[in-house]
């Protein structure tokens, strides 16, 4: 041992390995309080991560505890946190001749809020989140996934409060540089499955072109077997009435190009019935949930014990065009023609969705 300390490649391995320490340490902590300082930069929000660890052999880093809420109003949720982000180099696309990044979330959790005013809405529509994604990783992202996810609508300005989740939530984003090098086409796919309230099943699939300079995109959504009344606060804070039974099932399609979009939304109600004992208590809405009750057993299937129509819309999205008749014809047609099943007109199967990766 005393033979080994005298020799001199000892000690330079000694204080090579020590600068590798230091070096990475303070690399880490830079590189925090970088992350740090470009998700703040978003007025009105305030992002704090706890830790970041770099894995530099892999080309990557990870961000740990990471929550970005808003602090220019009156909103009591944050509108985004994660246990774990990991950001890293896309290795097969890197063999493809393509520098491009890859991001994967770990059980995120994310809030939209809507209010009467400004200063109680959440919505990362309205903020440019995108760009600052961009800054954390020196490689466009081309691949993002989200692992065991949750997705909330809330509404706190409405009695009751509304909370509609999507949780156990898989999403798969790719190609989302756009390029022929990484995929057969220049249109980036992204597929999302997960449970409305908690229950149920959903899924959807939306093919876009990320640098149109228009809006371009092919979009479905199908939900089955999700129980009314887990839909309650929804439909009491919003429409004044609650379900007693049945089950809802939904399937939409749209498509947009050169600023105009079409498409449709399709609910079916089965077994549907509205009305609950604790309605008797308050007259009006005694009143209202019996006017609803009747129209809907009017115009309602009776073989199938159904009620649905079909909403088609179109339009600019500076001027949306819901076409109120045919929703009401629809719903006849269901009732007195053939029933609506609520499934994609242009349905396809796709694989699951990756399940979340063991850490």
Request: proline share 6%; charged share 20%; hydrophobic share 40%.
């Amino acid at each position: 041992m005393k033979s080994l300390i005298k020799r001199w490649w000892f000690w330079l391995l000694v204080t090579v390995a020590t600068a590798v320490v230091v070096v990475h340490t303070y690399l880490a902590i830079w590189v925090c309080d970088y992350v740090n300082r470009k998700l703040s930069e978003i007025p009105g929000y305030r992002a704090h991560v706890s830790a970041v660890t770099l894995h530099l052999w892999r080309g990557a880093y990870q961000i740990h505890n990471i929550a970005i809420v808003k602090t220019s109003g009156k909103v009591p949720v944050p509108f985004f946190s994660a246990p774990l982000v990991d950001l890293s180099v896309q290795w097969k696309a890197l063999l493809d001749g393509a520098w491009v990044g890859n991001i994967e979330f770990y059980r995120p959790e994310m809030n939209l809020v809507n209010g009467p005013s400004a200063e109680n809405r959440q919505a990362p529509v309205d903020e440019p989140w995108a760009q600052k994604i961009k800054q954390l990783f020196p490689l466009r992202i081309n691949r993002f996934a989200a692992h065991n996810g949750e997705i909330h609508y809330r509404d706190f300005s409405r009695q009751p409060h509304v909370n509609v989740v999507v949780d156990h939530m898989q999403l798969v984003g790719a190609n989302l540089t756009n390029s022929k090098k990484l995929s057969k086409n220049l249109i980036a796919d992204i597929r999302i499955e997960g449970r409305l309230q908690r229950t149920g099943d959903a899924r959807s699939q939306i093919s876009l072109d990320p640098y149109a300079g228009r809006p371009t995109f092919a979009f479905n959504l199908e939900v089955k077997n999700v129980p009314l009344v887990k839909l309650n606060d929804f439909a009491k804070s919003y429409g004044g009435f609650t379900f007693k039974d049945g089950a809802l099932k939904l399937a939409m399609e749209a498509s947009a190009e050169n600023g105009r979009y079409q498409g449709y939304v399709e609910p079916v109600f089965d077994h549907m019935t509205i009305f609950s004992e604790k309605s008797a208590e308050n007259p009006a809405t005694f009143v209202w949930e019996a006017i609803l009750g009747a129209l809907t057993e009017i115009v309602r299937n009776y073989p199938k014990d159904r009620f649905g129509t079909k909403v088609p819309f179109a339009g600019t999205f500076e001027h949306p065009q819901p076409d109120i008749f045919a929703t009401i014809g629809n719903a006849f047609r269901n009732a007195f023609v053939q029933a609506l099943e609520g499934k994609l007109e242009n349905w396809k199967k796709l694989p699951p969705v990756e399940q979340e990766k063991k850490q």
